[in-house]
């Protein structure tokens, strides 16, 4: 009797564990890379709440720039400032979400790889063990020459995923990605490995919501779709 009450706790702690609030970067990888003519770069701030829930209290982070070989206020301009998710956000409306941009300064007196950092600190609401990924700072990478250092977002309108919902493969067409990037919704990556034939075996996801990361040659393919 005593050992299934010590199961049944285990179980119970488990789910407990999966389930605590979540807050930080979207991005599951350490770094960013962005291309100096790509007007959307930006860090994406999201947070999860136990079994989706509406959020009830204030969550967030101070968000500031630490320069590298990129300076900020010359080759790019981000302002420290406190951002946090109100109470009522939740993930159907996407108010979960938040891109603080980084206004990326095109520069001529230098060229190739340029680097900075995006630190969070004074956490409001959460705890470092509440980090997505651990993490509380992001590397920056940014091309300034268009050789590609950087990796630029494809647009949709170049590619197309298919089939959405899909099941067991999924496929990309006008693009030819090498390696690819599954996270689901909470950012904990669900699937990695090599693209072949421009194809992507999912048979092995849970079904659900999940974010698609396959870099090509002419830039990055960031897209959710649905798995069933």
């Known amino acids: 009797m005593k050992k299934l009450v010590l199961i049944c706790s285990v179980v119970l702690f488990s789910l407990s564990a999966n389930a605590q609030l979540r807050f930080g970067f979207s991005n599951p990888l350490n770094y960013d890379n962005w291309n100096v003519n790509d007007t959307s770069a930006g860090v994406e701030l999201v947070v999860w709440t136990p079994n989706n829930d509406t959020l009830t209290f ?29 109470p009522g956000t939740n993930i159907y409306d996407t108010t979960n979400k938040k891109v603080l941009k980084y206004n990326v300064t095109p520069n001529t007196t230098f060229f190739g790889e ?25 590397r920056v990478i940014i091309d300034y ?31 030819n990605p090498n390696t690819f990037k599954v996270v689901d919704l909470s950012g904990r990556e669900a699937l ?34 649905s798995k069933y």
């Open 192 to 225: 990695a490995g090599n693209v072949i034939n421009n194809s992507i075996e999912i048979s092995s996801l849970q079904n659900g919501l999940y974010v698609l990361y396959a870099e090509t040659e002419k830039g990055m393919i960031v897209q959710k779709f």
């Open 114 to 138: 340029r680097d900075f950092y995006i630190i969070l600190s004074n956490y409001e609401g959460v705890t470092a063990s509440q980090l997505m990924y651990q993490r509380n700072m992001m």
């Open 145 to 175: 020459d268009g050789t590609n250092v950087g990796i630029k977002r494809l647009e949709k309108s170049t590619y197309r995923l298919f089939p959405v919902p899909a099941t067991n493969v999924l496929h990309i067409d006008g693009a």
């Open 58 to 86: 204030n969550v967030g982070a101070d968000v500031s720039a630490v320069d590298g070989s990129a300076r900020n206020g010359f080759e790019f301009n981000f302002q420290p400032q406190k951002w946090w998710f109100p």
